[in-house]
């Protein structure tokens, strides 16, 4: 039986692969022993377009607001399908008993293992290699005290959290924002932030920021932002992913 472990990154996992003596080069992962290593190539799939869930999404108009689905889908990314398909192959093989995440240690890591995981529809068991050195050493020490995946399933549910409000927020103001300054040469794009919003709401609960500056066609953006959270009766906490106070 074969144990099967995904990386973030095809460099990554050719480091995994050559401590674990996989050397043999397949179609998408390397093999040998009773190992099979093989990755995801960054983000293989996130949140669903707001078409996807309704055709009529395509054209932005302010009536349509809040967007906020009920029922969450994923898509692939383009251009990654075929590795897509190769996980999921791997993942679906009769003679693979366990899964093994090896994506980096952290948020986005468990995001992005998890997401492939369950759109694969696999429900064998997981193991979670949590490491921050490439060396071979660092490596086997870090096979040999594999944590189980269920240790990590609070940090999968905060990315989750994070992914979902980013674009609950990003979809929502954006689009509020440029039918509201329709006039303006510039689109008012929301999204997400540089920094822990939470920490920013508890720090600082009277200023908001977010990555991307104002253009000077949405400088009426305070107000707006009242208008967003009282009208589409939407939790404050999103505009802290998307609204720059002038300072």
């Not at 949140?47 to 692939?76: C, M």
């Not at 924002?177 to 929301?190: E, G, I, M, N, T």
Request: proline share 5%; with cysteine.
């Amino acid at each position: 039986m074969y144990r099967l472990v995904i990386a973030e990154k095809s460099a990554v996992a050719m480091s995994i692969a050559k401590a674990l003596g996989a050397t043999v080069r397949k179609e998408g992962h390397m093999e040998g022993g009773c190992w099979l290593v093989s990755w995801c190539v960054g983000h293989l799939a996130g949140l669903a377009d707001a078409e996807t869930y309704d055709p009529n999404y395509a054209k932005w108009r302010r009536e349509d607001l809040p967007i906020s689905p009920e029922n969450w889908r994923f898509t692939v990314g383009k251009g990654k399908r075929d590795q897509f398909d190769t996980l999921r192959t791997l993942l679906r093989r009769e003679d693979v008993s366990e899964v093994v995440n090896a994506c980096d240690a952290g948020l986005e890591g468990e995001l992005i293992f998890r997401t492939a995981y369950h759109l694969a529809g696999c429900t064998k068991p997981i193991k979670r290699l949590w490491i921050s050195s490439m060396e071979d050493g660092a490596i086997r020490e870090g096979f040999a005290n594999l944590r189980p995946g269920r240790d990590y399933d609070g940090l999968h549910q905060a990315a989750l959290c994070r992914q979902k409000a980013d674009w609950l927020g990003g979809i929502n103001a954006t689009r509020l924002f440029s039918v509201l300054y329709a006039a303006s040469p510039q689109r008012c794009a929301s999204g997400h932030l540089r920094g822990p919003p939470r920490r920013a709401a508890r720090s600082r609960p009277r200023r908001f920021c977010c990555a991307a500056p104002v253009p000077s066609g949405c400088r009426g953006i305070k107000k707006l932002t009242l208008v967003f959270v009282l009208q589409f009766q939407i939790s404050p906490i999103f505009i802290t992913y998307i609204i720059q106070y002038l300072s």
